[in-house]
């Protein structure tokens, strides 16, 4: 390596994700279209888009779990899918239907994530108290999970996530199934992690948690970014609901057929 050369700039100039060209075909049917889209390092990141847009393919992608068919994933400078076991180090997962080793209580599915990641095991054992009391699971810690609500599994999923204190979360529809004390709980963890550096990338189809929650948004429909910026940018003065609507259309301004009519 020459000496000469001036040092790699420094980390946190670094966006956390960078998508280029990101292209995914389940057969006939392309699911992401040439995605592109930046993440700022430390931003709170929301992903929407209607059923079937291409969220879930394009985080799965973004995350190592499902290899794109063009373009690439860099998160903080690192290769996604060059340099797995770097990018995959970086990242806490909530991801949209992975399966679980829920034969585990959920004690020892945060434990065992938190062994994966090679974390000591006192430190393992704090942590895993903290996240138990943090998403209220605490009286189901010793119950496999496989025996969780939807709401438990969501949960105990995102206690995984955060175990490790990754420099980047990827949340696919954390708040999906949870009740709205362990929401709001899980909501001030979430606001904490980036107020101290942490980026957050979350989809979501709550136009209102978004709004509230996220300083950056991207709206992607049929595999494609139909816009994307910060939230004020996107929205342009109307609600995101409004704003999303008018980008994504398909208001049917309708009261249902007439046979759902029952007087
Ligand atoms: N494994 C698969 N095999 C075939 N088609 C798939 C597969 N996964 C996704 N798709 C298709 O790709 C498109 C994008 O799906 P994706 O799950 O990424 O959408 P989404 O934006 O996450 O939707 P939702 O909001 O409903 O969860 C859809 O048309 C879906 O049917």
Known sequence: MDSTLPPSPPAATEPALRLTGLVKRFGEKVAVDGIDLTVPAGSFYGLVGPNGAGKTTTLSMATGLLRPDGGSAVLHGVDVWTDPVTAKAMIGNLADGVRLFD??????????????????????????????????????????????????????????????APRILVLDEPFESVDPVSAANIEDVLRGYAGSGGTVIVSSHSMDLVQRMCDHVAVIAAGRVLAAGTVDEVRGGQTLQDRFVELVGGRHHSEGPQWLRLS
């Open 103 to 164: 034969r585990l209580t959920g004690e020892q599915l945060i434990t065992y994530t938190g062994m994966m990641f090679g974390l000591p095991r006192e430190e393992i054992t704090a942590r895993t108290a903290d996240l138990l009391a943090l998403m209220d699971l605490r009286e189901a810690a010793g119950t496999p999970v496989v025996d969780y609500s939807a709401g438990m599994t969501k949960k105990v999923s995102l206690a995984c996530a955060l175990v490790h």
